[in-house]
């Protein structure tokens, strides 16, 4: 699992770096949504971090672009970042804006900087 350099982090979430630690080690986390880059040709996925646990998820290719604590939360999170694409690049690509400004994924323990939504 990889994370975004500016990772979109949801209000409530106290403590990113703890999060992404246990979501890296298959740690169960019951508050915890992830907002990932779509395998498919779709934008964006918000998945439950319990449904990571699966065998059908290919975690180890998987970009974290947001970490939120309700699904509500990682709603508002992604309309958000639609918003500012748009407002941009006049364009809704968010998958290639993400791409395009993520950077080089936070694969490692290098810790990236924080975007908080407010």
Known sequence: MKFCRDLYVGETIRNPEKVKWKLRHNAGQ???YVIALAASSDQLEIIHSGYLKQRCFDTE???V???ASSR???VEIVIGLAQKVVRETGDADI???ILNSCGKPD???QHGQM???G
């Open 72 to 74: 509500q939360e990682a």
């Open 61 to 63: 290719h998987m970009l």
């Open 115 to 117: 975007l908080r939504r």
């Open 107 to 109: 694969g490692g323990p």
């Open 65 to 67: 672009v947001g970490l």
């Open 95 to 97: 998958k290639g804006y």
């Open 30 to 32: 019951f508050s915890v």
